[in-house]
Structures are given as C-alpha cells and as structure tokens.
C-alpha cells in the first residue's frame, strides 16, 4: 500500500484578536456551528472574512447567525477516547445556501478569518472544517493542543473531509 507523507509542520500563529463573529463550536449533532462564506462568495476567498452561523435549534450564547433550514441533512458527533478533540461530520443540501456554483470547497482554520476559534469545553487550541458543496459535505474538528497536527492538520486544505477529518459521511 502507498503511504502518504503527512505535513507535520506546526500551524502559523492565529491571525487576530479572538472575535464571536468567527467562533465555531460542536454541543452535539443538532448543536454547532460553521464558519460560511458570503452569498456567492466562493469559500476560498472567504477566508478573510467567513462568519459563524449556528444551527437553528443551537442554545449557544452568542449565535447571532443560523444556517438555513435544510441546510443540514445529516451530522454525526465523535469525540477521541484521550479527549485529544471533537469532531462534526455530515451532509449538506447545498441548494439551500447561496454557495458560488462553481464552488469545490475550501477550509476555514485557525489563521483564517481573523480570530478564528473552537470554543467547545477545551478544544480551543485549533480547528480545522472544510465545506464542500459540490459534494455536499462538511466537517469540523475542534482539538485541545495547540499545533495538534496530528488530528488537526491544517495542511491537508486540498485533501478534502474524508481525509482531513475522516468520520461519518453516509448516512
């Protein structure tokens, strides 16, 4: 079998002041929260200015955005027995935001937005999630140590869910 060398370099410094408008969170499948682009906006570009919106039936202080109805078709929650992260994967009916059509997908970190952070229990220290709406795919994973990039490696942001946070898709 091929192996595949993994970049282990650690994570740049966060890019600016910690802000609620680029906080990501994971309670439980019906509970969280995604980075999103603009209308139209594609997610690569995004990264400087994505914003948090939380699902509709989400109790966290602060949600000031909710992703649309739908949205979400499906999402499962997993957390590491050595509590090392958790994670959301799921599925998504992209026709129900305004996604760029063109659109693969792209992944929202530490470093972009500016002030980007997990603030589940004690999984503050990196995240990585990718959206893909072509594929109908999302996925978050919140880890507890800084430069974890063993189970947050920011650097697979071409790899896609299934390798970058790999989990629970079918459903």
Same mark, same amino acid.
């Not at 060398?5 to 995604?34: E, K, W």
């Not at 699902?55 to 499962?76: E, F, H, M, V």
């Given at each position: 079998?091929?192996?595949?060398?993994?970049?282990?370099?650690?994570?740049? #410094?966060?890019?600016?002041?910690? $802000?609620?408008?680029?906080? *990501?969170? +994971? %309670?439980?499948?019906? @509970?969280? !929260?995604?980075?999103?682009?603009?209308?139209?906006?594609?997610?690569?570009?995004?990264?400087?200015?994505?914003?948090?919106?939380?699902?509709?039936?989400?109790?966290?202080?602060?949600?000031?955005?909710?992703?649309?109805?739908?949205?979400?078709?499906? #999402?499962?929650?997993?957390?590491? $027995?050595?509590?090392?992260? *958790?994670? +959301? %994967?799921?599925?998504? @009916?992209? !026709?129900?935001?305004?996604?760029?059509?063109?659109?693969?997908?792209?992944?929202?970190?530490?470093?972009?937005?500016?002030?980007?952070?997990?603030?589940?229990?004690?999984?503050?220290?990196?995240?990585?999630?990718?959206?893909?709406?072509?594929?109908?795919?999302?996925?978050?994973?919140?880890?507890?140590?800084?430069?974890?990039?063993?189970?947050?490696?920011?650097?697979?942001?071409?790899?896609?869910?299934?390798?970058?946070?790999?989990?629970?898709?079918?459903?």
């Amino acid at each position: 079998t091929p192996t595949t060398s993994v970049d282990l370099r650690p994570t740049p #410094a966060p890019t600016g002041d910690s $802000s609620g408008l680029t906080t *990501v969170h +994971v %309670t439980n499948q019906n @509970d969280f !929260s995604l980075l999103m682009p603009k209308a139209g906006e594609m997610i690569s570009d995004a990264e400087h200015d994505g914003s948090a919106f939380c699902t509709p039936r989400s109790q966290a202080p602060g949600c000031n955005k909710r992703l649309p109805d739908g949205l979400i078709r499906a #999402a499962a929650v997993e957390r590491a $027995s050595d509590g090392s992260w *958790v994670q +959301v %994967t799921g599925c998504l @009916d992209s !026709s129900k935001y305004p996604f760029a059509s063109s659109d693969d997908g792209g992944q929202f970190d530490v470093r972009f937005p500016n002030g980007a952070q997990c603030t589940t229990g004690g999984y503050g220290a990196s995240f990585i999630e990718q959206i893909e709406p072509t594929a109908n795919r999302f996925c978050l994973r919140c880890c507890s140590s800084k430069n974890d990039q063993e189970n947050c490696n920011s650097h697979q942001d071409k790899s896609g869910c299934l390798v970058a946070v790999p989990g629970q898709y079918d459903f």
